[in-house]
């Protein structure tokens, strides 16, 4: 364990001596490495507030099929609306408007996957929605087996693939128990074949007691009851970026990392120490997050500033950080209150404006 704590210090020391180096991008060599401004002009996709916008939300809740229930919150009886009319506007440029008819001609025949964990599956339920909105009567088949679903829009042939894995790495139950193996992918088999793969993952790294699905984490055939979690983080995370390099063909397959997806447990992170998002109505609006960018989005930029193919950041942190207006609250039906994920039609709908707007550049 001392080589742990070892590691932990060397990671800590490490990541903060590099934090400025930080890019919304990454490009497909070390000799031109890329921000927003080499995919979307001059524009920097990720900096700017959010604006009332009375003809949002882009699609109605009541009329798509994908939502997942626990995101589905005017459903479970959230009253208030205000929510959904915030558009996200950038300050050096605008955002262009989600157009599925557009989108779904122009992603005729493509393959499209979310890989990671619930937050996937927010993100994954927002496409479907925002897609059968532009085409309602479009035939739309949704298909569901273990750890991957799919939406397939079948007079478009695009379809949609969600994979569950809440770390990327594997975990096994194996003689010894529940083993997260952080140098192990053999999940990846199923990722082959895309066109666009956007990859997620952070939440569960955090979980402790009853809620930690694992026993032990493996690394190099070892087995340890537990680790410095941004540690086994960075870990798990620099064995994905080696299955990216070895597997994905950059000529046939774009591949997207969404940025860490804040929770608002804890009122003090933007200066209301008393609250949580519960009956939160507005973002906040301040130009700088008090809480400040999270450790685990220091160590995705680390990773991925390393790599040599290219990942595209979806950089969406700050941005989400300032809506603790729209989580679920207590309308999920799942959690009594849920500050992590987020309600549909809502916030997820903007990563996939970003999505977009990347992916047509």
């Known amino acids: 364990m001392g080589s742990v704590l070892v590691h932990a210090l060397f990671l800590t020391l490490f990541l903060f001596s590099h934090q400025t180096k930080a890019k919304f991008f990454y490009s497909s060599s070390n000799e031109t490495r890329f921000g927003v401004s080499n995919i979307a002009g ?31 919150c005017q459903k479970h009886g959230r009253k ?16 262009p408007r989600f157009n599925g008819l557009k989108f779904l001609k122009g992603h005729k025949g493509k393959k499209i996957m979310f890989v990671g964990d619930s937050l996937s599956l927010n993100q994954f339920n927002s496409l479907a929605c925002m897609l059968h909105a532009s085409v309602p009567n479009s035939k739309a088949t949704f298909r569901q087996r273990d750890a991957l679903s799919s939406v397939t829009f079948e007079d478009y042939g695009l379809e949609l693939f969600l994979y569950r894995t809440a770390y990327l790495v594997d975990l096994d139950h194996d003689k010894a ?17 895309m066109d ?10 955090t979980h402790t007691g009853s809620a930690q699905p694992w026993d032990y984490i493996q690394e190099n055939n070892k087995l340890y009851k537990d680790m410095n979690r941004f540690v086994a983080f960075y870990k798990g995370l620099t064995t994905w970026a080696r299955w990216v390099e070895k597997n994905v063909n950059p000529a046939q397959t774009k591949v997207f990392f969404l940025g860490i997806s804040p929770v608002h447990y804890q009122g003090r992170d933007w200066n ?8 939160e109505k507005e973002p906040f609006f301040g130009l700088k997050y008090p809480g400040g960018i999270p450790m685990a989005w220091v160590v995705v930029n ?15 942190t700050t ?26 039609p809502g ?10 707007a990347a992916l047509s550049h």
């Open 319 to 344: 941005l989400s950080q300032y809506r603790k207006d729209a989580h679920p609250e207590g309308y999920s039906g799942v959690m009594a209150t849920d500050c992590s994920h987020w309600c549909l």
């Open 177 to 193: 128990g529940r083993v997260l193996k952080l140098d192990s992918i053999t999940n990846g088999e199923a990722w082959r074949g």
């Open 347 to 356: 916030l997820p709908d903007t990563w996939n404006e970003l999505l977009n």
């Open 42 to 72: 001059t524009c920097n996709l990720f900096h700017g507030k959010w604006v009332y916008d009375s003809s949002y939300p882009l699609y109605d809740p009541s009329t798509c099929p994908f939502i997942d229930p626990q995101f589905n």
């Open 80 to 95: 208030d609306e205000l929510y959904q009319k915030f558009r996200w506007m950038p300050f050096s440029c605008p955002l």
């Open 272 to 279: 209301q120490p008393s609250k949580s998002c519960m009956s």
């Open 302 to 316: 680390k990773v991925l500033s390393r790599m040599s193919k290219p990942v595209y950041f979806l950089d969406v």
């Open 196 to 205: 666009v793969l956007i990859f997620n993952t952070w939440h569960w790294w």
